[in-house]
């Protein structure tokens, strides 16, 4: 704790250094609005701060730049996000008035739109795969030794697979075995389907088999991810960043794991060295989880340098990751 005539020095310099990028003096804060003080009084309150390790001073004659404590002190101050600008708020209510065929689309422009209001790269982790409810199971003959898996999910996917059997397929085997895997499947989570009793027939047996084999898939249980704005890593990040971010940014399991990891830890933003990922060091992470029928099951981030516009951003997730919950929820 620090006491508020610090903090308002503090959460000024910040606020100016995220504007301007460059060291920030005790003239400058003096004249931020709503620091009434001289600037021999605010050059006072700044050298306390920086023995605090809130400030670093590049060198002697320069102003100084905040550190992760200094970011980590101002995003803990700024309570619930506000709400978004008319322009930014109207183009998100735009974006989920329109007609979205399919939810992978969807999830892909929505981590475009987050971007695009941002400037940032931003992601989106598809709803949890085992956490998702199957709505509709179907099994379509292809030849006589393929089948098709059509499975529909409570938040309107549509996973498709291609089974193959080495005996030969009737579409009548094929009808049976959806007759008896309707009543085990539809309604359960796809990580917790029970196993079907042997019905006897033991080709409608490997069918079924085959088609719970597929739905209980443990390598298909990571999230997809969808990365929107990869090329603006380059006028976001320092150049010496630049090939780590995108590095990371490929790698879908770090992604998965990172985002993970900070919504366990109960923080909505994770500020340089606290994303606990090396490369990221100097970057900041905004995260929320979105949810479908009051359950969350996916989240939305956004990627940028430590001295990104934490106030908007925090903003824009926030609304973003309601609306696209609220959207996925009405199918």
Not at 38 to 55: D, I, K, P, Q, Y
Not at 123 to 146: K, N
Not at 273 to 300: D, F, H, W
Request: with cysteine.
């Amino acid at each position: 704790m620090i006491e508020d005539r610090k903090a308002a020095i503090l959460c000024a310099l910040v606020e100016e250094y995220i504007e301007s990028a460059v060291p920030v003096g005790s003239g400058r804060v003096a004249s931020h609005s709503g620091i009434d003080l001289s600037a021999a009084t605010v050059r006072h309150e700044l050298a306390w701060l920086e023995e605090e390790g809130f400030l670093v001073q590049p060198h002697t004659s320069a102003g100084r730049i905040p550190t992760e404590k200094a970011y980590r002190f101002f995003v803990d101050s700024l309570g619930d996000p506000g709400g978004l600008e008319t322009v930014r708020r109207e183009q998100v209510r735009e974006f989920f008035a329109r007609s979205h065929r399919e939810v992978e689309q969807m999830l892909r422009d929505t981590s475009m739109l987050l971007s695009d209001l941002t400037g940032s790269p931003a992601v989106v982790l598809a709803p949890d795969r085992d956490r998702q409810c199957v709505r509709s199971i179907q099994l379509v003959g292809l030849g006589t030794h393929q089948a098709l898996l059509v499975v529909v999910l409570a938040n309107g996917t549509v996973e498709k697979q291609m089974l193959k059997f080495s005996s030969e397929l009737s579409e009548l085997t094929l009808g049976v075995a959806t007759e008896v895997l309707t009543p085990i499947v539809v309604g359960s989570r796809l990580g917790n389907v029970p196993d079907a009793l042997p019905t006897g027939n033991s080709e409608v047996d490997e069918v079924i088999a085959a088609a719970i084999g597929h739905l209980i898939d443990d390598t298909r249980s990571l999230e997809d991810v969808f990365v929107g704005g990869a090329a603006r890593v380059a006028g976001v990040f320092d150049s010496s960043l630049v090939e780590q971010v995108l590095h990371v940014l490929e790698r879908q399991y770090v992604v998965v794991r990172l985002i993970r990891d900070v919504l366990q830890r109960g923080l909505s933003v994770a500020i340089g060295t606290e994303t606990r990922v090396e490369p990221l060091n100097e970057c900041s992470l905004v995260v929320a989880p979105y949810e479908i029928n009051g359950n969350e099951v996916g989240s939305v981030a956004v990627l940028g340098p430590t001295r990104m516009d934490y106030t908007q951003t925090l903003a824009t997730v926030a609304v973003v990751s309601r609306r696209l919950g609220d959207c996925l929820t009405e199918g």
